[in-house]
């Protein structure tokens, strides 16, 4: 039996996680849940799950037994009966709680990608002095990292795979016009929708290389990206001998969050039907044209300067984003905005929290006053 806190429980993936414990009561209980404006959702969760612990934005609109009890989410991770950590929150909220549950040694499955975007250098060297297992649930990492098993010395390069997101075969110069219901129109994926709009903006794909870069220690060279339309493939493993291992599932998150639970068992999947290859159908890879993808040409270059360009890069997409959600901005500001912030930041070394955090804020605001210039 494993005791789990979850982080982000009412969102995509912390509802997708708590489905698979339902599923599997004789080796799930749920310890924490912490969540921030979804009132009623978290409610229900608190009735059906018992948790021990609960953090919430709006403590007084959720009433707790007397044998539970609100604390942050900092301190919820490092309770001694946590056994897993699973971060589902969005944007930067994961953060102090990621380093927190290093600190702790706890295991930790990995859903919030953001975090280790903006902090990746200081989080690989908080993992090297810990001892707690980081199990990767994003899909494409997720993939990969069931795809090495071991054998990173082997390692040619990984592929990393992406669905194009609905705008895939237009140029980005004919997106202005283009409204938050049609980028938030993903072909193969259903998310929150943050990622859904950093998936049109294939953001999200320079955020998973980021992301591996940091996850595997994988050197950028070694990192590339294809389009794959049908989202089966998830990431591709090719070694020195040039055989390929790739990992093929339906374009859900059933799996890698499941996996990341029970790891290193593997329970049978329940819910879902078994995979057919056949309902597979055909599977296409095409080249990525990166001039067609600004976000996707930022976030490389952002990660590959590294200090606290990475953070700003986050911040300020997280802010610009939200921007465009309410219709404040253009699509094709986005990558404009961003483009400004970053040329515009005077780098630190992101070796500490402090100036990760401070590069963060600063971000924030430059790019909310630029977006009202743009209004
Ligand atoms: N969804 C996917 O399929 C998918 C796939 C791969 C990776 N990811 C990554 O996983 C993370 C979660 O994605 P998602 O799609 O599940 O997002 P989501 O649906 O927007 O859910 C976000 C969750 O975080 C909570 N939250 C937001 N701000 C918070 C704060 N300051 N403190 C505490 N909780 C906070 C939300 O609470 P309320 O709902 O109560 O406001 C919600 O429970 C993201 O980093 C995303 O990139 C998602």
């Known amino acids: 039996m494993k005791n789990i806190v979850i982080l982000g429980s009412t969102g995509s993936i912390g509802r997708q996680t708590l489905e698979i414990i339902r599923e ?8 924490g849940l912490a969540a921030w404006n979804n009132t009623d959702l978290l409610h229900r969760q608190i009735k059906e799950f018992s948790p021990s612990y609960v953090f919430y934005n709006q403590q007084a609109l959720v009433p707790l037994t007397e044998k539970q009890a609100f604390i942050p989410m900092e301190e919820m991770v490092c309770s001694p009966d946590a056994d897993l950590i699973m971060i589902a929150t969005t944007g930067k909220a994961g953060l102090l709680p990621l380093v927190k549950a290093l600190e702790q040694n706890k295991d930790i499955a ?47 390069h990984v592929t990393i795979t992406a669905s194009g997101g609905p705008f895939r075969n237009r140029p980005h110069s004919s997106l202005e016009n283009v409204t938050p219901e049609q980028a938030l129109k993903h072909p193969t994926w259903s998310m929150g929708k943050r990622i859904t709009i950093d998936s049109a903006l294939l953001m999200n ?17 070694k990192i590339n990206v294809v389009l794959h339309p049908q989202s089966i493939v998830h990431s591709m493993v090719t070694f020195i001998d040039g055989s390929v291992k790739a990992l093929l599932c339906p374009p859900n998150m059933r799996i890698p969050i499941q996996y990341a639970l029970s790891y290193p068992k593997r329970l049978p999947i329940i819910s879902e039907k078994v995979t057919d290859p056949v309902d597979f159908g055909t599977l296409n890879f095409e080249p990525l044209d990166i001039e067609n993808y600004p976000c ?76 009202k210039q743009l209004n």
């Open 24 to 31: 599997f009561p004789k080796y799930f209980n749920v310890l």
């Open 110 to 156: 990995f859903a919030n990608k953001e975090p280790l975007v903006m902090a990746g250098e200081y989080i690989k060297q908080l993992r090297e002095n810990h001892s707690g297992f980081f199990l990767p649930v994003d899909s494409e990492p997720s993939a990969i990292w069931q795809c090495l098993e071991s054998s990173l010395s082997e390692l040619a």
């Open 205 to 221: 794909k320079g955020f998973e290389v980021i992301e591996s870069r940091w996850l595997f220690d994988i050197s950028w060279d």
């Open 296 to 371: 996707f040409k930022l976030a490389i270059h952002a990660g590959k300067q590294g200090q606290t360009f990475p953070a700003v890069l986050t911040a300020s997409d997280e802010v610009a984003v939200e921007s465009f959600l309410q219709n404040r901005i253009k699509f094709t500001d986005i990558p404009k905005l961003l483009e400004t912030v970053l040329a515009e930041h005077t780098p630190t070394s992101a070796f500490s929290l402090q100036s990760i955090l401070s590069a963060d804020q600063w971000a924030r605001t430059r790019t909310e006053e630029l977006a």
